[in-house]
């Protein structure tokens, strides 16, 4: 999950890490209020999970109320590379003597964190990497052993950062180290992370993504999905526990096991179809999740038709099949389906489907022929 940047200063704060004071707005008058409060000059700024939003005109100083008025009217609804801004953060502005760039982000290939800083921020990273590639110093990090302050007052030296940001970047990066790690974030980055005139550190943007696999032990994360845009497909099916992902296609998918599911919409494609979905409703194949299951495809308007990809293994064909017709009992499927079964006690649930059979319920003897039957359904 990508945090929006008032966010991601939010979360940098539980770590201990310099940001500066603001709030979130939804409205000028909101907006304004919060000027006001948090005091001139400030910069106004869109919230949204894109980058550039200083060259797209999303950031923007205000040194007084008329100024802060006329940002927040600009930057409310302003369309930010297809992202519409519905809110502004507003923080103290700071006088800016030196802009850095820091992050921290897994290191898949070699197994361990690569710390990345450079004394040239406040331009993308992305760009900087191309033009002078030896401005960034890299850091490889070995999660067992972590990042000490040692270790990070070595860095900032070896970055050149000047002089008088090195102590507090370093204690700054550990925090941030501490954050992206205890914090579960797949990536946390700062840019600018500025040297003030006063010689102070601290973070003036945020950019984290939190690593969803460690949402079980982040309650606090459930506040951060507010507002953040969901499928209401997704949404219907997180609700009733199915491992679903909404697509844009017109078949339905239900199969058991992710990988048969994968497969499904590969042999859908194959003959010329497209998936609406990605469903694997796992070993559990009984009345409940298949009537919840079907529920969910039948609520997504562009499905045309449903296919049923069951290989029974340690789920029994027969069971499936007694779900799909107890199912069929509790929810009224508009599209026709058209089901494959085969595996552990595959006849005996063919049998059981037999005479059930008409043009809205459909089996196959074959997963190609399903889906080609389907696909011949949905176009
Ligand atoms: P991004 O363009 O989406 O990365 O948004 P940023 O939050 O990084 O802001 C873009 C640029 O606006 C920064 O690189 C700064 O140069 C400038 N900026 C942001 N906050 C302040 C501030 O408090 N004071 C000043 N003077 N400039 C700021
Ligand atoms: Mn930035």
Redesign the pocket.
Known sequence: MDLF?YQGKQYFARYGIAV?PGDVADTVEEAVAVAERVGYPV?V?AQVKV?????AG??K?AANVEEAREHATSILGLDIKGHVVKRVWI?H????AK?YYASFTLDRPNKTHLGMLSAQG?VEIEVVAEENPDAISFLSIDPVRGLDLETARRWVAEAELDEAAREQAAELLVKLYTCYTEGDCDLAEI??LVLTPTGTVHA??AKVTLDENASFRHPEWEAYREGEFEDPREKMAKEKGLNYIGLEGTVGIIANGAGLAMSTLDVVNQVGGTAANFLDIGGGANADVMAAALEVINADPMVKSIFVNIFGGITRVDEVANGVLEALKRVNIAAPIVLRLDGTNAVEGRAILAPHLNDHLITEPTMLDAARRAVALAN
């Open positions: 940047e500066s910069v700024k980058g550039g939003r200083g060259k999303g950031v100083l923080e502005a700071s006088d800016i802009e406040g840019n600018p003036l943007d």
